[in-house]
């Protein structure tokens, strides 16, 4: 057993992921979830991650070497800002690098400065003038509300009348401030990667690349959802992408981030379409994903631990994530009965047995109520699968969802298909 004491906040699949993986490092001593699930019970400290005051008083109390935070809002928040001036090492970008997802309009600009492909865009204030775009440009066309929504400040609008609507929905209150302003983008065709990298403000490592499902319905159809089940990699990627994504997009990022004052260390995220033109960049998220860090803790080879700890010391150069690179990994999200939409909550759940390594359950929205497992959130589990092709790992990973009694679950039964 090693030394270091670890905190992570959040208490999603994404943080089960990163406890379970964090947990097999043999330089930890003691893990903690603020506040966690039934997934990381045995690491659960009761604090919200919202908390950020409290979160700090425990982490000096507990002499916390190292915290690593899950979820945007305490990001956006500054929690990062107040570890930092409390003295405690953490895991994750500062409340300005944050920006580039907590404002839509703040990453197009710095995507503009960077000279970063990209949808072309505007940026609005006032629907009328923001209709009379829409009008010019035409459909099909995409609405993005500037602020955190929670991924559903997006309406991708395949007519114009969608569109002008969609302006109205954005900006007449429907997302509170987020859609104060609104970015109006060019609608791009092709498959979607998400590409998650470990920075530490200069310098970059890239994750292993995922392909995400984010509507409720299979055959990507139905409201979009926090997401319903990843897997990796993507047949589609290759290393010509990714060494082009790394060269014209990641570096570029991080050279303007720096060159502002505002160095980025922790996970940028990039959402990327790939166009015939080339990757094109959508967005970026300025964390783990979920549920793609699912199946990326679950190739990666290489303790998690010195890889996060060399982003806080500016040496992520100096180390090299090693990957399975042989295993395809898939994850199919089990969601409430009803889920995207209103859900039922404290459905009793019961879990069999796991045999072997290929397979682990990651707990996401998941409590225990009087000894019994129930749900207590949209999506609750992420049955995550290895294996040496993607139709193994589909098949490991359903035959363990068909042993799941979870009464009505939701879930897909196509995740991984567009990779086949
Ligand atoms: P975002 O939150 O910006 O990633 O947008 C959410 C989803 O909307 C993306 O995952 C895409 O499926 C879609 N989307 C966003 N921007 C565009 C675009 N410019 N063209 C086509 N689809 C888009």
Redesign the pocket.
Known sequence: MGNKRVLIVGNGGREHALAWKLAQSPEIERLFVAPGNAGTVLWNVPIPAQDISELVKFALKEKIDLTLVGPEDPLSAGIVDAFLEAGLRIFGPTQAAAELEGSKSFAKSIMESAKIPT?KWATFEESEQAKDYVRTIGAPC?L?ADGLAA?KG?I?AMDLETALRGVDEIMDGGFGSAGKKLVI????EGQ?VSLLCFCDGVAARPMVPVQDH?RALEGDLGLNTGGMGTYSPPPIWTTEMGTKVMRDIVFPTLRVMSERGTPFQGVLFL?L?LTEQGPKL??YNVRFGDPETQVVMKRLKSDLLPLLWACTEGRVSEVMPEWNEEEVAVCVVMAAPGYPLAYAKGVPIHLPELKGQDTVIFHAGTGISEGQLVSTGGRVLGITAEGQTLEEARKKAYALVDQIQFPKAHFRRDIGVKGL
Do not use: R
């Open positions: 949808a995409v993005k991924g997006v991708v983008e060019e609608f791009l979607e984010k959402g379409m959508l967005e």
